[in-house]
């Protein structure tokens, strides 16, 4: 048999990849497409048109999962019941901040049905404490109310809840500070041991940035571009604002939680997690077990927003459970927990100051940033000044702020709703200064290709022209606004991404990788992907994802899912087809060079074949299924640093003696590369905004400051938006080839309006009453205070 | 076989994207994106190592006592 070009590309790529020349997409279509040339390796499959020429990709296809979701079918981790399962229910610190003297558990040993109790014990390994005084530990140090130090296994969940309740922690309390401002006082009570700690000190080595912590304060982080002093020097106008934005807690639908299950030779993990190999890695290194020995499930995920990454306490608690009682254990955190305890958005407290010419063109731009990430790190939000606009300088100082609360952990787009609520409002006073227009300056101001088109669609909708640029001019207390603001995020590629495709001798077809589809519908982009590769519709692929025992997928975190993974599935797709065509040609009486596959059929070129049916062709192959994995390679032009993001524009009522702000219509206009399935992506926007306006408007962690506890740990007082606060969106999604991939896709999910839609409210709530508002949650209270000062200044 | 490499942070440092699978391009979006990272410690996954201080890429570097070195 005589070696097809698949093959000759396969064994040539293994020693020195072999590449070829295409021609690709790139840019919007209907404004800037054109075409660019690619050197891409030879095993890469044609280069797809754009969306409009496609069958199945591009297409708003149904998601394939819809059904057993709405039908409560699909099994979420909490539905997971496995023969002989316990239930955990973890005892949690009730103080902020204190040394543990002991935890006596014996009365909760004794409880009817208590099967199990592990303590969490600090382990100090080579270590030395920072605070000797602090020696022995053998419980670590209590950071914050709500940390979890033990936890009970037991045949029901009420009988974990009734023995947790009688664990008995003596507490050598310590100071503690639960507000962010004065916890940046000199004499605030220090959450973490030492006053002062240079960058690596600790260990000599020399730290990146050389950012050092003195008291509370972990900063500053200093980027730079350019002379800012001169920049200003250079200006002509200087504006300048101080803005606060409050911490967010994630609430996804469904809390963090794992079925653990350890047997002998195998720990089965059932989880909730974005991402299934991480939490993999961790339990295999947490207790020292090689990677074989742990398998972790995901079948259905219930939200996670950039919480749910590694397997955390819930993850390694329930296994270490699971391990001595000789039962699969299930640790799922109820909703007091899930705002405690695992991770939370930081706050931020940010003075920023813009220069620029009389013209728009932006000379200078400094932040200086504080913010708290609870007892961590990771209150950074200088990512948009940093990376929207192009001003001929640039000085960004960003400080952590520790206070005695639970650790932050990434949310959607991390550090960049904050940063875009205090840049956006700046540019608009900018403007008002100049006397522009919001969009005029943005289009000086910003260079990105997509965004220019972007604010093209947004000035001819008709909301933007129904705008009225004199801010404040209704008549009457109810008063209307519109604004807008733009959004960054960036192309990062997971290249832990990896799938395999089988064809079967009955012509059904499967799709494997370890991905999780965390509920933006990966499952439904890969089988789209095989239906458009092989003609067959989407529903009649087999996918199989959130599996460790698959291939191992992206962790979905920073919009890396699709981007990352849809190549892979092309990629091992189209090599499976060619595989295919080369196994069955001799049966047909021609060679596979001969051969192709179009909407379902194999055809032939010379006609010497009669088209056959998909299904027929594959009952002639000579083995029982054809399989090929394929992974990540790099993008096609990896030196292209590539952002994207959108516009968007907020239309609100501002109710001026109630304080109320109704967020009315919402114009969302946004990129992600080529959109694999617009009705999914349009679904993510529309959650992004809403998630957004919910930060804007109402969401709040409060904490006691006298007892150091959160005073709204649930979904009553912690309020987050319902139908009545949901506007009408219209998203308008743009496509955007890159020219990057062999799908070309990008990410939404970081862009998706959470970034913006804050700043769009209050530039709205601007123009509605010539008042701005420099402080999230936009509550009543807030609102009239602003319109009081307002008017007493006017006065 | 291990190798010392000054520059690596500690095996146990984790943040979303465990390092080692750093995501292709980052380096140019980092200054915007580090700043913005929560870390936390295998060993107690919490934000405090076994010596009782945070964890941070600044902080996780050979040298601390808690450190651990990346087998490559």
């Known amino acids: 048999m005589t070696k097809e070009p698949i093959e000759d590309a396969l064994t040539a790529q293994a020693a020195a990849p072999a590449k070829k020349t295409v021609q690709m997409p790139v840019g919007v279509p209907g404004y800037t497409l054109a075409e660019e040339t690619r050197s891409v390796p030879a095993t890469e499959p044609p280069v797809w048109p754009i969306n409009k020429d496609l069958k199945y990709v591009g297409q708003p296809i149904e998601r394939y999962d819809g059904l057993l979701k709405a039908c409560g ?75 979890p130090m033990a936890a009970i296994a037991a045949t029901t969940p009420y ?100 079925v653990a299950d350890w047997k002998p030779d195998l720990l089965t993990v059932y989880a909730s997690t974005q991402g299934t190999s991480g939490v993999r890695e961790e339990l295999a290194g947490f207790f020292k077990i090689p990677l074989t020995n742990v398998r972790v499930i995901t079948e259905y995920m219930g939200g996670g927003f950039g919480a749910k990454f590694g397997a955390g306490n819930p993850g390694v608690v329930a296994a270490a459970l699971s391990k001595k009682t000789g039962a699969p254990v299930r640790l799922m955190l109820d909703r007091q927990e899930e705002h405690l305890s695992v991770g939370n958005r930081p706050s931020s407290d940010q003075v920023l100051r813009i220069g620029a010419k009389k013209d728009g063109t932006l000379t200078a731009i400094h932040l200086i940033a504080y913010g708290t990430a609870g007892c961590g790190t990771g209150a950074g939000c200088a990512g948009p000044a940093q990376n929207l606009y192009q001003a001929a300088s640039l000085h960004t100082e960003e400080n952590d702020v520790f206070i005695n609360a639970g ?69 009457g207390p109810v008063k209307r606004g519109i604004g807008l603001a733009q959004s960054v995020w960036y192309r990062f590629v997971s290249m832990g991404s990896n799938a395999e495709v089988r064809i079967h001798k009955d012509g ?52 890396v899912t699709t981007l990352s993974l849809t190549p892979v599935v092309r990629d091992a797709a189209w090599q499976a087809s060619q595989k295919f065509l080369a196994d069955i040609a001799p049966a047909l009486g021609t060679t596979a060079g001969d051969l192709v596959l179009v909407d379902g059929e194999v055809r032939s070129h010379s006609g010497k074949v009669a088209p056959i049916s998909f299904k027929r062709a594959a009952s002639k192959m000579t083995t029982s299924q054809i399989a090929v994995q394929a992974k ?7 030196k292209k640093y590539l952002t994207y993001g959108g516009v968007d524009v907020a239309e609100v009522e501002v109710d001026t003696e109630a304080g109320r702000i109704h967020v009315r219509r919402v114009l969302s206009v946004h990129d992600c590369g080529r959109p694999m399935n617009p009705a999914q992506t349009i679904s993510q926007i529309n959650g992004g905004i809403i998630q957004g306006i919910s930060f804007t408007l109402l ?97 | 076989m291990s190798t010392t490499n000054a520059t690596q942070p500690c095996q146990c440092l984790r943040t979303k994207n465990p390092y080692g699978s750093t995501p292709q391009n980052a380096e140019s979006w980092l200054p915007g994106i580090r700043t913005a990272s929560s870390y936390w410690c295998l060993r107690t996954m919490g934000p405090a190592g076994p010596d009782d201080h945070f964890v941070h890429l600044s902080r996780c570097v050979p040298g601390r006592a808690c450190y651990e070195e990346r087998e490559e």
């Open chain 1, 699 to 795: 969401e709040n962690r409060l904490l006691d400051p006298k007892y150091g506890v959160m005073v709204n740990p649930d979904l009553e007082q912690y309020k987050i938006v319902g139908s009545r606060e949901i506007p009408e969106i219209d998203v308008r999604l743009v496509e955007a080839y890159l020219g990057q991939s062999s799908t070309d896709a990008s990410g939404i999910g970081e862009a998706a309006g959470v970034v913006s839609i804050g700043a769009a409210v209050a530039n709205a709530v601007y123009n509605a009453t010539g008042v701005r508002i420099r402080h999230t949650p936009m509550t009543p209270a807030v609102v009239l205070a602003a319109l009081r000062a307002q008017g007493k200044k006017m006065a």
């Open chain 1, 73 to 147: 079918r699909a099994r979420y981790t909490a539905d997971v019941q496995l023969p002989g399962m316990l239930y955990a229910k973890f005892v949690n610190a009730t103080v902020p901040h204190a040394k543990v003297v002991s935890i006596d558990t014996s009365a909760a040993e004794k409880y009817p049905g208590v099967k199990g109790v592990h303590v969490i014990q600090h382990v100090l390994g080579n270590a030395q404490l920072r605070n000797p005084a602090l020696d022995p530990a053998k419980y670590p140090v209590v950071r914050y109310a709500g940390q």
């Open chain 1, 632 to 638: 990540r390679i790099p993008d096609y032009d990896p």
């Open chain 1, 508 to 559: 059904s077809l499967e799709v494997f990788s370890g991905v999780q589809d965390i509920g933006s519908g990966i499952r439904t982009v890969m089988a789209q992907i095989l239906a458009e590769q092989f003609g067959v519709p989407p529903s009649q692929i087999a996918v199989k994802v959130g599996d460790t025992n698959y291939p191992e997928g992206p962790q979905s975190g920073g919009s």
């Open chain 1, 159 to 258: 009988a974990a809840e009734e023995a947790a309740a009688l664990v008995k922690v003596k507490y050598d309390t310590m100071p503690f500070v639960v507000d962010d401002v004065k916890a940046r006082d000199p004499d605030a009570p220090n959450v973490f041991p030492g006053a002062a700690d240079e960058a690596g000190s600790a260990g000599g080595g020399g730290g990146p940035h050389g950012v050092a912590q003195t008291g509370n304060i972990h900063g500053p982080s200093i980027h730079k571009r350019g002379d800012s002093e001169q920049g200003f020097k250079d200006a002509d106008v200087v504006v300048e604002g101080h803005y606060v934005t409050q911490v967010q807690t994630h609430s996804a639908l469904e809390t963090h939680g794992v």
């Open chain 1, 407 to 475: 650790p932050a952990s990434a949310m959607r787009a991390p550090g960049h709703p904050q940063g875009a609520f205090a840049l956006e409002q700046t540019m608009d006073d900018l403007a008002v200064k100049l006397n522009m227009e919001p969009i005029d300056l943005r289009d000086k101001a910003d260079t990105h290709p997509v965004r220019r088109v972007e604010r093209q669609i947004v000035r001819e909708s008709e909301l933007w022209k129904s705008r009225n640029p004199v801010a404040g001019a209704d008549q």
